[in-house]
């Protein structure tokens, strides 16, 4: 009736079907499994918040990209009666990250809370862009943090958990690259860019997707004049700690106890790397900064930091905190195709005639109890089309259940894989088969 | 830093933290597992689709409640640029159920996805309501739904599904609730309402809420006469499926069918009623209705029914469908507070002195490798502080490790619900005590 819908997703948004929206559950789960028992509790905050919770939060370039609601009803007319403008309009806003939302929660709960409070807080968020390739408008992310204390503790901490979710995804070949915030603003100071800090770490940041000549040249261009020899070092080698501890004047001593420390507790199951090229974008880190990177691969695979101030927009007494995040979308990539999803997978039961459905619904509950999972085919259609059915979905076991079997209590099970079919003279004897055939 | 900005959650929204997110998040899992064990696939969509895909979906009421969002940019300008209506201005629109951007897939996906399609689809929802108490702006839905069959084997699925979930959560005491629109229909033109059957549903909807005479009194006056002896009696008794079936000339056979299976199915787990007096709100339901009740009390936990219509706005050839869902809120309060939760709970582990906390933490870790959570303290505070957090989160397993304890590899472990305390000489034997105690 009328013009035909488009039925795909908003530009920028996605549908995840079957397998693909499996394997992001499973994801999920791992983790929150994985932070769960290293005694993180978890936290969820509303998609919506007041526009002044999220705007002036130092999301800086995100703070752009929010989707804001309109207002409503009489408050929404009035601001229309006359030629109003964006912020008249809107009074809500869909969270970009959950970092500005768990500051408010850190703030709202202060005499409840017991600190340090170690969280984790999942969920999507939701930013304008531009629709392109492999940048999304809904995105889902994973963050871990510890509220309340300036111990490196917190640190430790935060990476190892992060860690222990990449280990439990069977990710290896890590890299742990670690800086400071104000290691590197000495060193900037020291080099002469005062303050233009944040132009200088702007440019820094395109470390890994610029020729080095090129932000040599962005930077020489900010300074006005030849860039220090130190500087010219810190592009083309690799800086040690030591020698950026001197240059900034001993703004980094403390980074030497944390990767000492991270050292001895990753037992080299990965590595761990000052470097003074980290800057990470967001604007509100205040010390430590990290990023996990796939040895041999040039994308960060998580990171985090220390923002002590943040919280200072809610509250009086600011609450130091360290926090990280993984690439959940990056992780999927990595993950092998064949999920958990494969080894429990339904048993399919057609059913080979309407009036044998009930007894094969009976048989088919008892697999169920029995902790398979089971697919009863619930259309009234030929055995071919049943089967059909059973293929397209993949379903490696379909149990056969005509009157025959139902008079005598056997079961006729057919493995689709290996194409074998075999019978059995017991429920007990058919699932134990299922059971270990699913396993091996 | 100027004013204040307030934390609470927007208006209407909810923040969870700590043991209550962590049942909401076991509840989820629960359901989930349930229906994989008959066999559904997950899907998720986006939380914004186009306001084209929203409006007009039959929602009625609820598609006044959408939350719009603003368009952006150049958009957005030339929208301002002149006096403007709220359609020039928003593109995207936040669900309101999950039942439209189902329909919307189902379209979509229509060559990839192998029918009978058994799906569940879980996520938050939004609807501008006026805020009250227990009224939400942001909620939880988990729908499960069949897509692609005529068949009763669907609503059967559906509503077996749904009690394996109520079931799973040791909701006891449950009533099943049927009827089916036609026959609503058919016994409304019957009693003379003809064309006003939107109406007269609209009534009948309030039974359970309003007095019985009331309800006749607004019926009478939408008839403008006296009411039928049928429908008099209706609103004041039980009314039998057979009877309803001679008023409506028919129209209700199939439910006998359907009722004959449920009550075989069941077990007498559960009761099952027909109700002529059920309507459920949503106008897109064709055919037979459902709804769940907990014995004693007036309200629902799930319902659904089929709506075979609803595709037909997204593709030519309309296809049949069933789903239901369950009240997730509700389900939550239902719950028990001691939840798994509990029995999971981390193992506290202390830091005398920062000296130490290298070895605890390897300690701590060998905890986790055996399966159990544990929490390691990431401050740096006094012993009498510690314990404070241990116990305003209500901890019971303390291991103290003490340099005596490191050296000698013994453990000394605490349990905070008896007070007792006591030594293990080996890690085995700790983390036995703890896990067996933990079961307990």
Not at 113 to 132: D, T, Y
Not at 410 to 415: A, G, L, M, P, R
Request: a neutral charge; aromatic letters at 10%; hydrophobic letters at 40%.
């Amino acid at each position: 009736m009328g013009k035909v819908l488009s039925t795909k997703p908003a530009s920028g948004f996605r549908d995840f079907l079957g397998a693909e929206s499996r394997k992001r559950s499973d994801l999920i789960r791992k983790i929150e499994s994985v932070y769960r028992s290293f005694g993180f509790e978890s936290l969820e905050t509303p998609a919506l918040e007041n526009l002044e919770v999220l705007l002036g939060s130092g999301g800086q370039e995100n703070e752009k990209l929010i989707f804001k609601t309109l207002k409503r009803g009489e408050k929404l007319e009035r601001a229309l009666e006359q030629k109003c403008s964006e912020s008249d309009l809107s009074d809500l806003g869909l969270r970009f990250d959950l970092t500005v939302p768990l500051c408010r929660v850190v703030a709202e709960y202060s005499d409840k809370i017991p600190l340090p409070w170690k969280v984790f807080h999942f969920g999507p968020v939701w930013r304008a862009e531009r629709p392109q390739k492999a940048r999304y408008r809904e995105f889902y992310q994973c963050d871990v943090d510890v509220i309340g204390t300036a111990s490196q503790a917190a640190e430790l901490e935060v990476i190892e958990a992060l860690y222990g979710a990449f280990e439990a995804c069977g990710v290896s070949s890590l890299e742990l690259r670690l800086s400071d915030r104000r290691l590197l603003a000495a060193c900037a100071n020291a080099w002469g860019f005062g303050d233009r800090l944040g132009e200088f770490a702007i440019i820094l940041d395109k470390k890994d997707k610029q020729d080095t000549e090129a932000l040599a040249k962005e930077l020489r261009e900010l300074l006005g004049k030849a860039l220090p020899r130190d500087l010219e070092r810190a592009l083309h080698e690799k800086v040690s700690l030591e020698e950026a501890v001197v240059w900034s004047q001993g703004a980094g001593e403390s980074l030497f106890k944390l990767i000492e420390q991270l050292q001895d507790l990753s037992k080299a199951k990965y590595k761990v790397e000052f470097d003074l090229s980290l800057v990470r974008g967001m604007g509100y880190y205040t010390g430590v900064i990290f990023e996990w990177m796939q040895q041999g691969t040039d994308f960060a695979l998580g990171g985090g930091g220390r923002y002590d101030d943040l919280t200072s927009r809610f509250m009086k007494r600011a609450q130091p905190a360290v926090g990280g995040s993984l690439g959940f979308e990056r992780l999927l990539l990595l993950l092998e195709s064949e999920s958990e999803s494969e080894t429990n997978q339904p048993v399919f039961f057609p059913v080979m005639e309407e009036s044998l459905r009930r007894s094969v619904t009976s048989v088919a509950r008892e697999f169920q109890k029995r902790g398979l999972a089971v697919d009863l085919f619930v259309g009234e259609a030929k055995m071919k089309s049943q089967l059909k059915y059973a293929s397209q979905k993949n379903y490696r076991w379909v149990v056969f259940l005509g009157e025959e079997e139902l008079r005598t209590g056997k079961f006729k099970i057919k493995d689709f894989r290996s194409g074998d079919e075999k019978s059995f003279s017991s429920l007990e004897e058919a699932v134990e088969a299922v059971r270990r055939g699913a396993a091996a």
